[in-house]
Nanobody, 122 residues
């Protein structure tokens, strides 16, 4: 069974930094695109950052220049380094990955983690 296990959330003051990590557990062939979304109370889930297997990245407008996404293809992990954090970054952050279960799979399956809370306040 495939699971995305997130870690690294917590509380930090404005201007601080946090690093989120996500690991794909289970027997898979390959993880394609991986990334992070977030959802604040009363708001829709929004894109934070995505990273292709090649390393190509895409960021949400509100975090571009402050957050950095990376991945380790050998470990099936993705991380999000968050800097210059603002109160409006407060949200539950979700890891997501498109996963090929076998080498014969013709379509990737999309998986989500359970989310990790990030709170920015003084």
């Amino acid at each position: 069974q495939v699971q995305l296990v997130e870690s690294g959330g917590g509380w930090v003051q404005p201007g601080g930094s946090l690093r989120l990590s996500c690991e794909v557990s289970g027997d898979i062939f390959r993880a394609n695109a991986m990334g992070w979304y977030r959802q604040a109370p009363g708001q829709e889930r929004e894109l934070v950052a995505l990273i292709a297997r090649s390393g190509l990245t895409r960021y949400g407008d509100s975090v571009n220049g402050r957050f950095t996404i990376n991945r380790d293809n050998t470990k099936n992990t993705v991380s999000l380094q968050m800097s210059s954090l603002k109160p409006e970054d407060t949200a539950v952050y979700y890891c997501t990955a498109d996963i090929l279960m076998t080498s014969f799979a013709t379509q990737a399956d999309n998986y989500w983690g359970q989310g990790t809370q990030v709170t920015i306040s003084s």
